[in-house]
């Protein structure tokens, strides 16, 4: 938008305005919104202030937002009329704020990811979250792959300091822009930036990639005064800084792929899941669960240790003793686990721990339970949760019947 004012080829800017605008407002999603309207409304006012007519920059909107009309009229399904429909009703805005929608359950992760940074200051690892919230869950179901929240899985799993370090980044990198030629980058940064405080992708590398080059940007055109006589000698000095992290950052990653033969899982990765998973194929039976005992000190509140485990489990004993073991520790985290254990109870002429099993399951599980997990869209379960609804208490019924 500001280069449509600023440069010699008004056409093709406004086309490529009109482009990524759409882009934006096809998704519906009001990450994307809220965001944009702050946007708007602070760069209309920066023009203004730069000397561009009020009345200029209201008629350049109202062509870009009839192009935009145009546009999704003639396409088909009309893409952002369908998005709106779906996600900006009453209804569903409603629907939405309910403890199942996607914003009551945001607001239930949140407030579970702020638990967990208030229980570990120091965080619970960096990249840890999807590993370990499992353990730490306080409404059943709500178990997501990250806090869609990228300020609180930082303090989460990165701890306070970590958080107040990228603050402080932050802060003083859009400051500057904002005051500086580069405010136009800085408005996209600062965009980019509101977005993760509400929204996530999958592509989690990918986006934070891009906004870290966002920041860089800005900071590449922010012209700080040189005020000391020694002004080159620290000059010098930001370089040497610069090269010897580029020397550490490309040693670390040299050591990480250096090829490895001996115990790389525990002694190099320090239990990094992809590592453990390939060492498991390769060592033998007998290592195996020396290897997965290893394993579980480094990662003791990570649930698919606890499933690595279980799956290697052959006698039913030692089975029975890690669904307990994950029940106990992740005791939200899945039903599914209490009808195994209840089964294999079953199976081996305990009626008593079965029912005691079921009873506690179906109190954090009532076949009522409508969780929002990951892939619970539309408001159907996943196949775990249905066998769960109607395995649970049809066991349970026919338990305490034979006794």
Request: aromatic share 12%; with cysteine; glycine share 8%.
């Amino acid at each position: 938008m500001v280069w449509l004012f600023r440069s010699r080829w008004p056409i093709l800017s406004g086309i490529l305005l009109t482009g990524a605008l759409y882009l934006a407002l096809m998704s519906g999603a009001r990450a994307v919104y809220l965001p944009l309207v702050f946007i708007v409304l602070l760069m209309v006012w920066q023009l203004w202030r730069e000397g561009i007519p009020l009345r200029r920059i209201m008629l350049v909107c109202a062509l870009v937002a009839a192009a935009i009309v145009s546009l999704d009229t003639a396409l088909p399904f009309s893409p952002i009329q369908n998005a709106l429909g779906l996600k900006a009703t009453l209804s569903r805005q409603a629907q939405d704020l309910g403890a199942e929608g996607s914003i009551g359950s945001r607001l239930q992760m949140w407030d579970q990811t702020l638990k967990i940074a208030l229980q570990h200051p120091m965080g619970t690892g960096n990249g840890s979250f999807r590993d370990t919230l499992a353990a730490y869950l306080q409404y059943p179901g709500i178990l997501f792959s990250n806090a869609h929240n990228y300020y609180l899985e930082t303090a989460a799993t990165g701890g306070w300091l970590r958080l107040l370090l990228l603050l402080a980044i932050l802060g003083w990198t859009l400051w500057h822009g904002w005051n500086s030629p580069a405010w136009p980058w800085a408005l996209g940064a600062a965009g980019l930036w509101t977005t993760l405080a509400f929204d996530v992708t999958g592509m989690y590398p990918s986006v934070m990639m891009l906004a870290f080059a966002s920041l860089g940007a800005v900071h590449s055109q922010i012209k700080i005064p040189l005020v000391s006589a020694g002004s080159s000698k620290n000059i010098r000095f930001g370089w040497m800084v610069s090269v010897a992290g580029l020397i550490a950052a490309i040693g670390l990653a040299a050591w990480w792929y250096w090829p490895c033969k001996h115990n790389c899982a525990v002694s190099r990765y320090l239990g990094y899941r992809p590592a453990v998973l390939n060492e498991l194929e390769q060592v033998p039976k007998a290592q195996q669960s020396e290897l997965l005992n290893e394993v579980g000190q480094l990662n003791p509140k990570s649930l698919w240790v606890y499933r690595v485990r279980l799956e290697r489990a052959r006698v039913p004993e030692e089975k029975m003793q890690l669904l307990q073991q994950i029940i106990e520790v992740f005791p939200l985290a899945n039903p599914i686990y209490y009808l195994q254990l209840a089964e294999l109870a079953t199976d081996l002429n305990q009626p008593s721990k079965a029912i005691q099993v079921l009873e506690l399951g179906l109190s954090r599980f009532p076949p009522d339970f409508k969780g929002y997990q990951s892939g619970n869209f539309f408001g159907a379960l996943t196949p775990s949760y249905e066998t769960w609804r109607t395995k649970a208490p049809e066991l349970l019924e026919r338990l305490k019947n034979a006794r």
